[in-house]
């Protein structure tokens, strides 16, 4: 997964986690854009491509364990699934071209808590850095955080794709930066999406914090996991199976299927062995 942070602090107990977290101060949604997110605006923004890459918009979430509690009940049975459902259980990036270049989203990535985020773009050899910074080392001692994140890059896109190198730097000289490349065909498809499960590390805190467990591509309920099952208690909530995701060590509540068309959002999951996973994993 994009953030690996070996120095990451973990609060004693569960109560802890869900008390103890310092919070942003924008509201959090799922969206990565819009309302409860923070937009920086920096040079560049005027028309016309230019070679180089220039940030012109930076958009971050809260922390989304820190939304309010969704609604629902344990065992309720599963209508068809909406985008969003889904979507809270992936890891993704998107791309779409805007003005002289193109935006590029970051679904649920995995970090510290208590993190104040900025965004960086940077040239690296032929390819576009986007690098996500903690300045101020601020961590807060309550687990690990979700995030989306959002960059407008001006830029002109390769007719065979880009490297694109998201880095995640939570203290700047005092831990080592975090980096993963992925090529995306920003020349070739001007506008597209990857996803993959999102950390089972994180999503379990996320899904412990906002009463999500057994639900729809988060945790299952399991004797010994993050979510924990009562006695007796089914593993997912009716409609969904429970079965392996970015970790074997802990199920993902997972939608069932007999065609690809069965599963939502179209093009992002397919139909593989009668359960909907990620089509196109990164």
Avoid at 160 to 174: A, F, K, N, R, Y
Avoid at 209 to 233: I, Q, V, W
Wanted: aromatic fraction near 4%; charge should be negative; charged fraction near 15%.
């Amino acid at each position: 997964m994009i953030a690996r942070i070996a120095a990451m602090l973990f609060c004693a107990t569960t109560a802890a986690a869900l008390s103890g977290c310092s919070s942003d101060p924008t509201p959090a949604n799922g969206s990565g854009g819009g309302s409860g997110t923070t937009t920086t605006t920096t040079g560049g923004a005027g028309g016309g491509a230019v070679t180089g890459p220039t940030l012109a918009a930076f958009q971050k979430s809260a922390c989304k364990k820190e939304a309010q509690t969704q609604s629902g009940t344990p065992g309720e049975a599963a209508q068809a699934l909406s985008a969003d459902e889904v979507y809270a259980g992936l890891e993704c990036v998107s791309w779409s071209p805007i003005e002289g270049g193109f935006r590029v989203l970051l679904r649920n990535v995995d970090s510290v808590c208590g993190a104040e985020w900025a965004g960086e773009v940077n040239q690296v050899g032929g390819g576009v850095e986007l690098r996500l910074v903690n300045p101020k080392c601020q961590m807060a001692n309550c687990g690990s955080c979700i995030y989306d994140f959002t960059f407008d890059v001006k830029m002109k896109a390769a007719a065979g794709g880009d490297e694109v190198s998201i880095v995640l730097d939570t203290c700047p000289g005092q831990q080592p930066a975090q980096t993963e490349k992925v090529t995306l065909p920003l020349g070739a498809a001007p506008t597209g999406e990857l996803c993959r499960y999102a950390d089972a590390n994180s999503l379990g805190w996320q899904a412990m914090s906002l009463g999500t467990c057994g639900k729809a591509y988060m945790p299952c309920r399991e004797a010994n996991g993050m979510c924990l099952a009562a006695d007796g208690g089914a593993a997912c909530d009716d409609g969904l199976t429970c079965a392996d995701g970015a970790s074997a060590a802990g199920g993902v509540c997972h939608a069932p299927c007999k065609v690809d068309g069965d599963c939502a959002p179209t093009g992002v999951m397919k139909c593989d062995a009668g359960l909907c996973r990620p089509a196109h994993p990164y």
